[in-house]
């Protein structure tokens, strides 16, 4: 019987400039193969459409500053659903989490507005926003404690209620009416609306997800619930044996990750659009989890994977723009590059051993 010519084996923790050489590795050869498909599909110079990129994304302050406050959400989307992934809960529901928070911020929003004085308006629609995203993420976590249900498919399920339900209230506070749509909510009082600081109307947000990360970063890494949570994630077996109650902690997890969503919620709807709509979460809630897992669930590198994708995204749509092209070929782009570091994780957790002594042992026994 013949030996295999390579067998695939599980890496030794490589050092962190190892880790990374790989990744600039596979980020470098992405480039390269995008710019064979471009000149390919395109006939244009692949330096140039990368170059628009650059520009698109980083161009101008205005447009980093945007591309900042895109960062923002999707990182606080992504500390959210962390937690809950670190524990091997695999909440896909933080769309419909997000949406639930959204329509919490909006309803105090609309119904508050110009009833109390703005500081403990924005405050009260913050609350509201964090309580309701918790209790939609509670709702899968008590039914997984309690009856081992999948969360996969309950948490994804109720990301189709949350729009729904968002979609219901869009028609109820449509202004104007028929249209469809609720418009800017208080745009001449601009009540519930966060303050702009030195100018900038997006700088709490990015303040308030600053501290969040450092926050989640310590939570994870120095707190008992956060050594907790990760020994469920590990082996529930073990965590039972060593007295870690496991329902309480699937419980108490998914509470944060909810509540966190929630509070993406109010910044969307407070600091970012100050409107309400069922794409307000625009896919981030998918996103996210790319973003958790790339980063492999360290809030800290969670900002570079949050750039490297919101990059890709304001990138291909200036060069969609610029030239002409469909939006697909930028994604067909994006798609790449993130095939490509994505596959480099295969190479940073395992390394291919060739038989070649093996082999070279049997054609001299023939």
């Known amino acids: 019987m013949r030996n295999p010519l390579f067998h695939i084996s599980k890496r030794k923790t490589l050092p962190w400039y190892s880790s990374w050489g790989i990744r600039a590795a596979a980020i470098i050869l992405a480039l390269v193969v995008c710019g064979v498909v471009t000149t390919l599909a395109t006939g ?15 161009g101008t302050s205005r447009r980093i500053w945007t591309l900042i406050q895109n960062l923002a959400i999707l990182l606080c989307i992504s500390l959210a659903v962390t937690p809950a992934f670190k524990m091997r809960f695999w909440n896909i529901g933080a769309e419909g989490q997000v949406l639930i928070g959204s329509l919490a911020a909006a309803a105090c929003m609309i119904t508050l507005g110009g009833k109390m004085p703005n500081g403990l308006l924005i405050i009260v629609m913050a609350a509201s926003a964090i309580a309701a995203g918790a209790f939609w ?12 249900t999948n969360e996969t498919l309950f948490t ?46 997006y700088f709490l947000n990015i303040v308030i997800v600053a501290l969040l990360t450092a926050a989640m970063y310590v939570y994870l890494k120095y707190s008992k619930h956060g050594y907790e949570l990760s020994v469920v994630g590990e082996s529930e077996r073990t965590a039972r044996y060593v007295g870690i109650k496991v329902g309480k902690v699937i419980v108490r997890t998914l509470l944060l990750s909810g509540a966190v969503c929630g509070l993406a919620g109010f910044l969307l709807v407070s600091g970012t659009h100050h409107t309400l709509t069922t794409s307000l979460a625009g896919g981030r809630g998918f996103t996210a989890v790319m973003v958790s897992w790339l980063a492999k669930f360290n809030p800290i590198w969670m900002i570079l994977s949050s750039f490297l994708l919101v990059f890709l995204d304001r990138g291909a749509s200036e060069i969609a723009t610029i030239y002409g092209l469909n939006h697909s070929f930028g994604d067909i782009l994006t798609g790449i590059i993130l095939f490509f570091i994505i596959g480099s994780e295969f190479f940073i957790n395992y390394e291919l051993k060739f038989n070649r002594t093996k082999q070279k042992e049997e054609t001299e026994n023939v």
């Open 44 to 58: 244009l110079n692949p330096l140039s459409v990368y170059a628009t990129m650059f520009d698109g994304a980083l």
């Open 137 to 148: 993420a509670m709702l899968p976590a008590l039914c997984k404690a309690k009856w081992n």
């Open 156 to 201: 994804l399920m109720m990301n189709y209620v949350a729009t729904q339900l968002v979609a219901y209230f869009v028609i109820i506070w449509e202004s104007p009416k028929g249209s469809g749509s609720i418009g800017i909510i208080n745009p001449n009082t601009e009540a519930g609306w966060l303050p702009a600081v030195f100018g900038q109307r």
